[in-house]
């Protein structure tokens, strides 16, 4: 009698980008400026080991554990006590690369290794589940970068040309050049977990606590999901990872508001001034900073919203505490797409960062938004929308829908750009920032 086995699970899918040029034309290879790392081998080291050196990354050989460590780290643990001489080690730098790449896409690791190589700087890489991490020698950083940068322009350029052959029109080639980053300077450290904003509201300096941990945790546990969660279904709803650190977004929406609210030239002043006004943040995550930033310049009435994994979270209070506002705002959850609560009812600003990045969200957040100018209208109220998103996270095809969707849904769809939204404390020209207003139809 033969006994037949249970056949294994289906392997699970990465998700990710997985053809090659995609992948190329958007590395966005952001540099780690804040840290050196050090490869260490403690032959007698098993996994779990020297936890307190905090390796970004371990690797078992046969010739022991292989460690990738911090060096501020080490130094803080006192590397005599550890036996590594950091002295003695290549001292290396991080670039990890933007682009969600699949664990199942080929090629990616040998086309930036030949072409680092072409210049002479050696490259270490590590792939993690999203995004693939090249250590490279400190001295040979920035010259790195710059050529990742340029190989991912001449890759644009050469899925232009294949994509004019293919009928696609120049009009289409230049909205989505238009999307491309510029450069990958971040506003945001995401290593660092007190962010402190680079101006202030009048004398005020508003600050807030990021949960990077949260933020490393694996895409989805079912363990901790709660008995709502349809596993198989959009896990997005229910990961609160993204909204567990702040945005570059959220910092250039706070920093409209504020310079609208005091610079009598600003040229968006009318609809982005928060003073005296209702205000609404859509997908405020765990620090909420456009929607604490119009509560510190004086709105009338603040409500910070969000799934119920964010609004529930300590940190979001911790943060609201920490800047004296828990007085000046509300909190709901509003899931996009949902009924609008009443406490929604008479919007006169809605503010969204950040929000765009995944296809799938990108009609309900709309939706939320039409909704919400909906119910204010019928109250008398005219409400506009700012949305404000980074275009160095490699999510293209989201912000063209979105471009495509605000033009069909709104009358006036104003993009900000050059002196409108650039200042010099936000070293960052991938943000994008629209003003939405003149709803066309509702849902
Ligand atoms: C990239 S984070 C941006 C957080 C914050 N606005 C910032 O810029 O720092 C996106 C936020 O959208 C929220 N979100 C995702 N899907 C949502 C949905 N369907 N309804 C409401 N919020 C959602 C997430 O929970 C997360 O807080």
Known sequence: MSMSSPSPPPPTPTGGIKELDAILSTLSPELDKHEVYIFHTDPDASYGDHAKLRPVATCQEREGLTFVVPLSVLMECGSDDVGI????????????????????????????????????????????????????????????????????????????????CHGESDEDAETWEGLMPLHVEKIVD??????????????????????IEARRRPAFDTATAGDD?????????????????????????????????????????????PRGKVVAELGCGCSAVPGQVAATLGAMRVSLTDLNCIVDADILRRNIDRNGLSDDVELFPHKWGGPIPAELSDVQLILAADCIYDLSLVEPLLSSISNIMVAAKANGNICVALVTFDTSIGRHKAY????????????SVEFLEGDDISREHLATDSVKAYILSGLKFRD
């Open 229 to 273: 969660v349809e596993v198989g279904g959009d896990l997005t709803e229910h990961d609160s990872r993204t909204g567990a650190v702040l945005w570059d977004g959220a910092v250039v929406a706070a920093s409209l508001l504020e310079r609208c609210s005091t610079d009598s030239t600003q040229k968006f002043r009318d609809q982005l001034d």
């Open 190 to 211: 995401h290593s660092n977990p007190i962010f402190t904003l680079p101006f202030k509201i009048g004398s005020k300096q508003i600050s807030i606590e990021q949960d």
């Open 85 to 164: 001489d950091p002295a003695q080690q290549p001292h290396m730098r991080r670039i990890t690369l933007g682009v969600h790449s699949s664990l199942e896409a080929v090629g990616l690791t040998a086309a930036v290794s030949t072409l680092l190589a072409k210049h002479e700087i050696s490259a270490n890489m590590i792939a993690g589940h999203h995004h693939d991490h090249l250590f490279v020698p400190a001295n040979d950083a920035e010259r790195a970068v710059e050529l990742l940068i340029q190989f991912a322009e001449e890759s644009r350029a050469a899925t232009r040309k294949e994509n004019d």
């Open 400 to 411: 063209a829908m979105f471009e495509q969707e605000a033009h069909a849904r709104f009358e």
